[in-house]
């Protein structure tokens, strides 16, 4: 699993038992281009001598990934043999077509000038990344203009609340006396937060919902109307 800056190993040892480890994190100077990535990516499998281990290589739906993997993954033409096929079952040798090999490389003009093709692992698009886009640029989509203006109210008021846990370290410790706990803050590097915040904010109503009212009162805050409260049990299904 690899997010550019950082790549993760998943594997099974001898028991069957799953093990996770860290692989590299690795600073990247420059652009983070396709052809930028599948070096880096390269370079840390030869590292370790797995590039002939990976069986899988999961990233994000960006664009840079997408074309790296459609450049560089698992473009090799050659026959794959069965291991297990003993050599007494071939009678001659097999002749392999080198030219026709060759051709099933990146095409030079698609790589930078001067650049070595490279070889990177099957790939497959992380399910998680997916489900998100579903949630953020799908809903992104919805023209409802009732829907549109309960995600602008809602949003608004979750970001006032975390606008004000940063303003301050006064206001950070009065979110923790009262809620015992922070919100988080929507970033867009980190898909997953613009979900988390919303539901951290449904953790409170349900938790501690008149606690809640009170900080928002506090910071003069709109409150959250029942029909935002029945958006966000909707929006967190």
């Given at each position: 699993?690899?997010?550019?800056?950082?790549?993760?190993?998943?594997w099974?040892?001898?028991?069957?038992?799953?093990?996770?480890?860290?692989?590299?994190?690795?600073?990247?100077?420059?652009?983070?281009?396709?052809?930028?990535?599948?070096?880096?990516?390269?370079?840390?499998?030869?590292?370790?001598?797995?590039?002939?281990?990976?069986?899988?290589?999961?990233?994000?739906?960006?664009?840079?990934?997408?074309?790296?993997?459609?450049?560089?993954?698992?473009?090799?033409?050659?026959?794959?043999?069965?291991e297990?096929?003993?050599?007494?079952?071939?009678?001659?040798?097999?002749?392999?077509?080198?030219?026709?090999?060759?051709?099933?490389?990146?095409?030079?003009?698609?790589?930078?000038?001067?650049?070595?093709?490279?070889?990177?692992?099957?790939?497959?698009?992380?399910?998680?990344?997916?489900?998100?886009?579903?949630?953020?640029?799908?809903?992104?989509?919805?023209?409802?203009?009732?829907?549109?203006?309960?995600?602008?109210?809602?949003?608004?008021?979750?970001?006032?609340?975390?606008?004000?846990?940063?303003?301050?370290?006064?206001?950070?410790?009065?979110?923790?006396?009262?809620?015992?706990?922070?919100?988080?803050?929507?970033?867009?590097?980190?898909?997953?937060?613009?979900?988390?915040?919303?539901?951290?904010?449904?953790?409170?109503?349900?938790?501690?919902?008149?606690?809640?009212?009170?900080?928002?009162?506090?910071?003069?805050?709109?409150?959250?109307?029942?029909?935002?409260?029945?958006?966000?049990?909707e929006?967190?299904?």
């Amino acid at each position: 699993t690899t997010r550019c800056w950082i790549e993760t190993v998943h594997w099974f040892n001898r028991e069957m038992k799953r093990i996770n480890g860290c692989l590299a994190i690795k600073r990247m100077i420059g652009s983070s281009t396709y052809y930028a990535l599948g070096r880096l990516l390269e370079q840390n499998h030869n590292r370790y001598d797995i590039e002939d281990k990976v069986v899988m290589m999961t990233t994000d739906n960006g664009s840079n990934f997408l074309k790296a993997a459609r450049e560089f993954s698992d473009y090799s033409g050659a026959p794959q043999f069965d291991e297990e096929i003993c050599d007494e079952d071939f009678d001659e040798i097999e002749f392999l077509d080198l030219s026709a090999i060759l051709q099933e490389l990146p095409e030079p003009s698609s790589l930078p000038p001067g650049a070595l093709p490279v070889c990177l692992p099957p790939h497959s698009k992380c399910a998680c990344h997916l489900s998100n886009l579903c949630c953020t640029a799908d809903v992104a989509k919805i023209t409802d203009p009732s829907f549109k203006r309960l995600l602008r109210s809602v949003e608004g008021k979750i970001t006032a609340l975390c606008n004000a846990q940063s303003v301050s370290d006064n206001t950070s410790d009065l979110f923790r006396g009262n809620l015992h706990g922070l919100f988080v803050k929507k970033n867009d590097t980190r898909w997953n937060s613009g979900y988390n915040s919303k539901f951290r904010v449904k953790h409170f109503l349900n938790t501690k919902k008149q606690d809640l009212m009170d900080v928002m009162a506090t910071l003069k805050i709109p409150q959250f109307q029942p029909v935002e409260i029945l958006f966000l049990d909707e929006y967190l299904i």
